[in-house]
């Protein structure tokens, strides 16, 4: 497609399940950003991928969030043992080339999945 | 680690009112980024500014940069129904961090 696409874009689980949450990035993209957007709150930064490689995950708030992206292209964001404050959109965003968050390249960004855990 | 704030939080304005919207911080950025955020979307990015007293124009919009690089302004004249949407700052030094932003509301 012509955007970042993510998937499922709704998803409801009880708490202590474990989800995972996909991304598709513009093809071609070298760069791929997670970030966590709470309700009334702006997105915050969770990890950055360039191409496979997991440069930047400072943002991952505990050891219970997994993110992956094994051949450089798609992307998923797991959750283990989901906690109600985990309840959040999650977005996900691609750029064209390697300069990190910081990097002044355009960040296309996802839909997002929006993930509420009861 | 940057906090920026953004002001007003929310506001309601009818079409063709003129509106301003604030980015603050107490720390210096090297760019500063401006998004605008509809419902059951991601963020598109508007503008980039990175010198101290940049103004740049898009349309309707007009973003400043600060002098020292700490603050940002976006203007919005003769607002219209179709600018309604959630308005994000964002910029950094180590990571990008985003404002909360300003929600935004133009009645026809």
């Known amino acids: 497609g012509a955007g970042v696409s993510q998937s499922p874009r709704y998803k409801v689980a009880k708490r202590g399940q474990d989800v995972a949450l996909r991304c598709d990035p513009i093809?071609?993209?070298?760069?791929l950003f997670w970030y966590q957007q709470a309700l009334g709150q702006g997105p915050e930064f969770l990890t950055y991928f360039q191409n496979e490689a997991q440069l930047d995950k400072s943002g991952l708030p505990s050891d219970r969030f997994f993110a992956e992206r094994p051949e450089g292209s798609v992307s998923t964001l797991k959750i283990q043992r989901t906690q109600q404050e985990d309840s959040a959109v999650y977005l996900c965003a691609s750029s064209l080339v390697s300069g990190g968050p910081l990097s002044t390249d355009t960040q296309y960004f996802g839909p997002g999945t929006r993930l509420t855990v009861l | 680690t940057q906090l920026l704030e953004q002001s007003p939080q929310f506001l309601s304005i009818q079409e063709g009112e003129n509106l301003t919207v604030y980015c603050n911080s107490s720390s210096v950025f090297s760019s500063l980024q401006w998004y605008r955020q509809e419902p059951g979307e991601g963020p598109v990015l508007l503008v980039t500014?990175?010198?101290?007293?940049e103004v740049k124009k898009l349309k309707r919009l007009t973003f400043q940069f600060g002098d020292a690089r700490k603050d940002s302004s976006l203007h919005i004249t003769a607002a219209q129904p179709g600018d309604t949407g959630l308005y994000l700052c964002a910029g950094g030094d180590n990571d990008m961090r985003f404002g909360a932003g300003t929600r935004l509301t133009v009645k026809p």
């Open positions: 500014v990175v010198t101290g007293g």
């Open positions: 093809s071609g993209h070298v760069s």
